[in-house]
């Protein structure tokens, strides 16, 4: 066993919470530390293995998927409409894909389906520009923006002007499947250095998560004190998004991992490897 406390990324949005709500790394056999950050950057902590175990965006995984593992029953999915994932725009998708679409620096797998969707599903050619969130400043220098997660939430909640697409809604639309946006996974080193811890770990988000989907009431609560908005709102947001990743989630993932292949955005094709409970066997024997 190695030494040093096992160390857990969890994403800071606000859709991750229900996973996240009611786990206590401090309840665990063994010393264990969370990371809160941002997509980007728990993405690149995964990929260069300074985390154990942690949520991150889906196209991190594919980029790092010969590096990680992915964790059964976990994810933030959509089978439309997302909420936290909108293109504003000043007039139609059509005519932002044939002009500048300013994106967000936070997560790429978001940035990527919108790259699938103006280029492969509309046809389009748009120039791309990197930008902090910030609507009114992306929107001066562009004819969309792409924001997500609770920067999304609270622009949708403040804007008047612009057109609002769901690139959730927009993806069932044209393919008929769900989109994962992030997924947990394990490094493949720690699953061979800290099985034991890996396996606690897991089990343990996952009954953290079938407790905050049970009882959503302190999540909605903690949401509208930190971000804004009513219980309404907050109710029908996680209620609209699935944490689970079955056969459904996994379809529509691999088609995406696919086109972004096709279109040179991973340079690699990703095969989806799991962790399991056998691994954790052959370690032990």
């Given amino acids: 066993m190695r030494s040093g406390p096992a160390v857990i990324g969890k994403i800071s949005y606000t859709n991750s919470w229900p996973v996240f709500f009611n786990f ?7 010393p ?9 950057v728990l993405n690149r902590g995964m990929a260069r293995g300074d985390i154990d175990v942690g949520a991150l965006s889906s196209f991190a995984f594919a980029e790092a998927s010969d590096r990680l593992l992915l964790l059964p029953g976990l994810s933030v999915s959509s089978d439309g409409p997302v909420r936290s994932i909108l293109l504003f725009s000043k007039g139609t998708v059509e005519e932002a894909a044939k002009g500048t679409v300013a994106v967000t620096n936070t997560s790429a797998t978001s940035v990527n389906l919108l790259k699938i969707l103006l280029e492969k599903a509309v046809g389009g050619n748009p120039q791309y520009i990197s930008a902090e969130p910030n609507l009114e400043k992306m929107m001066e220098q ?3 923006c792409l924001l997500i ?3 999304a939430i609270r622009a949708m909640w403040q804007n008047k002007q612009y057109r609002v697409t769901d690139l959730g809604e ?3 639309r044209w393919t008929g499947l769900g989109m994962t ?3 947990w996974a394990v490094s493949r080193k720690s699953a061979l250095e800290i099985p034991e811890a890996v396996a606690e770990i897991c089990q343990a988000l996952i009954e953290s998560k079938r407790r905050g989907l049970r009882n959503l009431a302190p999540i909605v609560s903690e949401a509208c004190n930190r971000i804004g908005g009513d219980a309404g709102y907050w ?4 209620q609209n998004l699935c944490y689970d990743f079955g056969e459904r989630q996994q379809g529509g993932l691999d088609l995406y991992f696919r086109y972004a292949n096709e279109m040179g955005l991973l340079p690699q094709k990703v095969k989806m490897e799991f962790w399991s409970d056998n691994l954790l066997t052959r370690v032990k024997e």
Avoid at 24 to 30: G, H, I, T
Avoid at 32 to 40: D, G, I, L, Q
Avoid at 235 to 238: E, L, N, R
Wanted: aromatic share 16%; proline share 6%.
């Fill in 32 to 40: 264990a530390r969370m990371v809160s950050e941002v997509p980007s």
């Fill in 170 to 172: 927009m993806w069932k």
């Fill in 181 to 183: 946006f992030a997924v």
């Fill in 149 to 151: 997660g609770d920067h």
């Fill in 142 to 144: 562009a004819d969309a």
């Fill in 235 to 238: 109710s029908g947001y996680f």
């Fill in 24 to 30: 206590d790394p401090s309840a665990l056999s063994f």
